[in-house]
């Protein structure tokens, strides 16, 4: 993932920006963020990490989504963000989690407006929208997009523009990414059905109600390994191209805006896994290889502010 950095239209966008910016220590991003207004508690650097390890749990959100957090058939919460969120909350002296589960869209008002938890473990893109409401800890992974297809990939789709161009039928997250990403492409409102969770998006398919689903590659490979009857497959990942820039997914942690105290613990302690080669066998039972890893101009600072 090395050799790349960005700039802004909408989400964020690659560009030829030279001066990359190390990841050997903690990104803040007080810059690009919004404090909610009415002094909150654990606001404006105000406690939440001294309060969750006194109590030696943390509530955490996730959006039942494989395989970045979800409830697996026994029960246990798991996937790639909530695991690594445990080994890096278990250096900063918080051993166990609790998770919540919400609809997707719902993670950022359940975080800062109803409280529900205290950060999100859903592997959520950074985006310049979702920086005005919540606050983002460094990268954690990189994913490009992919399509949920029939089998055989029958009308030969790679990128966004052959939806538009062949004027198909794509479904999408609600409040996912790709729900602009489709957008932005001008694919028509028309075109766009916006579903739940990830078996909503396979249904649609199987179901010949959509031609296509859109999400990570990441997430798609993970969904066609559960069901390996249901006659899909996944297109070769890629990085939408929107008005000839190229966009790039990085997922990360998220907090509540001013929470600086635990923001910044976790960037330290989540930074120094990435580099020790730690992050790596936490997450390749998830699907996630080298390949994940954020190259350092991959920052969550020019991901708000491209």
Do not use: K
């Amino acid at each position: 993932m090395t050799g790349r950095s960005w700039s802004r239209r909408d989400f964020f966008r690659r560009t030829a920006i030279a001066g990359a910016v190390a990841m050997g220590g903690p990104v803040l991003l007080s810059a690009c963020q919004q404090v909610p207004q009415g002094g909150e508690p654990g606001a404006a650097g105000g406690g939440t990490l001294e309060r969750v390890r006194q109590a030696g749990t943390i509530t955490v959100g996730i959006a039942n989504e494989a395989p970045y957090g979800f409830t697996n058939e026994q029960g246990e919460v798991t996937g790639e963000s909530v695991e690594v969120a445990r080994v890096v909350l278990d250096r900063l002296g918080i051993p166990e989690l609790n998770a919540v589960t919400v609809d997707f869209g719902a993670l950022i008002s359940g975080l800062t407006l109803s409280r529900q938890f205290d950060m999100v473990t859903a592997g959520m893109f950074i985006t310049p929208e979702r920086c005005q409401q919540a606050a983002f800890s460094i990268p954690d992974y990189t994913a490009p997009t992919a399509f949920l297809v029939p089998q055989g990939n029958p009308n030969g789709l790679a990128t966004f523009d052959d939806v538009r161009d062949q004027n198909l039928r794509i479904a999408v997250l609600n409040g996912a990414v790709e729900q602009g990403y489709a957008a932005d492409s001008g694919i028509s409102e028309g075109q766009i059905t916006v579903l739940a969770d990830q078996n909503a998006l396979l249904q649609a398919v199987t179901a010949g109600r959509v031609d296509c689903s859109a999400l990570t590659n990441i997430s798609l490979n993970d969904v066609v390994s559960r069901n390996p009857s249901a006659g899909v497959e996944v297109t070769p990942g890629f990085f939408p191209v929107i008005n000839g820039e190229e966009i790039i997914s990085a997922g990360a942690f998220v907090f509540r805006p001013g929470e600086d105290d635990i923001l910044d613990a976790f960037n330290t302690e989540l930074a120094a896994i990435h580099e020790s080669g730690q992050w790596l066998q936490i997450v390749q039972p998830f699907g996630f290889t080298q390949d994940n890893l954020p190259g350092p101009e991959v920052t969550t600072e020019r991901l708000c502010t491209a």
